[in-house]
């Protein structure tokens, strides 16, 4: 789990994760419009992640199942983005449930890598206008 506070409201920082992925989470998407559609996000390393959407909330979170993933341990974990109003920004609240990784060990040490350098692309995006998409 992690947590960031960004400048945006819910609304925009929701559009950043369910419409900009390629500005800050991956080098090409082909995103999900609604609960249900699979999107497909592809890195410049190769790896690609096949993304179910579970829910779609601008208010409230964005979530999605993982149904197919070059990393190890992803495939059927559950990914949720929970957004809450915090002051004029947004609280953003980062999930990553059901991960087939051990509690240490090389695979969990690369999640933990994985998401730290997405969520600093994220926090880059929104601060100076462009981030480092994988």
């Known amino acids: ?7 945006p409201p819910p609304a925009e920082v929701y559009n950043l994760l369910t419409q900009a992925q390629d500005r800050w ?6 995103p999900a419009a609604k609960v249900g559609e699979v999107a497909t996000l592809r890195f410049t390393d190769g790896a690609t992640l096949r993304l179910q959407a579970l829910a779609m909330d ?14 190890t341990g ?26 087939g990784v051990g509690p240490t060990g090389p695979d969990r040490a690369r999640a933990e890598q994985l ?3 997405r969520l600093e692309s994220l926090t880059a995006l929104v601060r100076y206008g462009a981030g480092q998409p994988g």
């Open 74 to 99: 992803w495939t059927g974990s559950t990914i949720a983005f929970l957004l809450r109003p915090h002051m004029t920004q947004t609280s953003l609240t980062l999930v990553h449930e059901r991960l």
């Open 25 to 30: 989470w991956c080098q090409k998407v082909t």
């Open 58 to 71: 601008p208010a409230e979170r964005v979530a999605w199942r993982v149904v197919e993933s070059s990393v």
């Open 115 to 117: 998401w730290s350098l």
């Open 1 to 7: 789990e992690r947590r960031l506070v960004l400048t």
